[in-house]
T-cell receptor, first 107, second 115 residues
Framework: GIQVEQSPPDLILQEGANSTLRCNFSDSVNNLQWFHQNPWGQLINLFYIPSGTKQNGRLSATTVATERYSLLYISSSQTTDSGVYFC?????????FGKGTRLSVIA | DTEVTQTPKHLVMGMTNKKSLKCEQHMGHRAMYWYKQKAKKPPELMFVYSYEKLSINESVPSRFSPECPNSSLLNLHLHALQPEDSALYLCATAKDRDSFNEKLFFGSGTQLSVL
């Protein structure tokens, strides 16, 4: 089945810093989704981005489908950005998740 | 705020108990999913319902029994669980399951502890 790899696995940032999270996938996909799981377990769908670039406030995402990767940019990070960021793609099940990047933003 | 509501938020049960998890959505979505998430792991698919019919069962043990009584409700009935079944159980919905390319919306989950 399709493999999804995320990097880095862990990231610690000072409040106000910028960061880039990466998601590599092993096969062609028709969509890719980025999620943020907050410390209380809620999974929020950040982006549905099969290709191209999208922006939502301080967050933006870029997917280069031909090269099988996606990037999530977080600018001017805030403590509320802490949590785990997952990317997910369709495989032999509706969504196959990467292992996530655990982000801690320190004030 | 999520439009997918899960109850209860927390559940503690013994191995001989029978309990149910509930998921409700009012987004008009016709695909509903149960995921299981162990600590520090990604969510793993358990079941998919499409138009109130079970379409995917990821070889889940029979002690987990899903039910979709109508297009807005999804239940997960639990019986004779094991301590290793302790996890966060997440419900998700999508507009339609047919293409595998729908955007998923998750509820806030039920944190289950089996003693």
């Amino acid at each position: 089945g399709i493999q999804v790899e995320q990097s880095p696995p862990d990231l610690i940032l000072q409040e106000g810093a910028n960061s880039t999270l990466r998601c590599n996938f092993s096969d062609s996909v028709n969509n890719l989704q980025w999620f943020h799981q907050n410390p209380w377990g809620q999974l929020i769908n950040l982006f549905y981005i099969p290709s191209g670039t999208k922006q939502n406030g301080r967050l933006s995402a870029t997917t280069v489908a031909t090269e099988r990767y996606s990037l999530l940019y977080i600018s001017s990070s805030q403590t509320t950005d802490s949590g785990v960021y997952f990317c997910a793609v369709p495989g032999n099940t509706p969504l196959v998740f990467g292992k996530g990047t655990r982000l801690s933003v320190i004030a | 705020d999520t439009e997918v509501t899960q109850t209860p938020k927390h559940l503690v049960m013994g191995m001989t108990n029978k309990k149910s998890l509930k998921c409700e959505q009012h987004m008009g979505h016709r695909a509903m999913y149960w995921y299981k998430q162990k600590a520090k792991k990604p969510p793993e698919l358990m079941f998919v319902y499409s138009y109130e019919k079970l379409s995917i069962n990821e070889s889940v043990p029979s002690r987990f029994s899903p039910e979709c009584p109508n297009s807005s409700l999804l239940n997960l009935h639990l019986h004779a669980l094991q301590p290793e079944d302790s996890a966060l159980y997440l419900c998700a919905t999508a507009k339609d399951r047919d293409s595998f390319n729908e955007k998923l919306f998750f509820g806030s989950g039920t944190q289950l502890s089996v003693l």
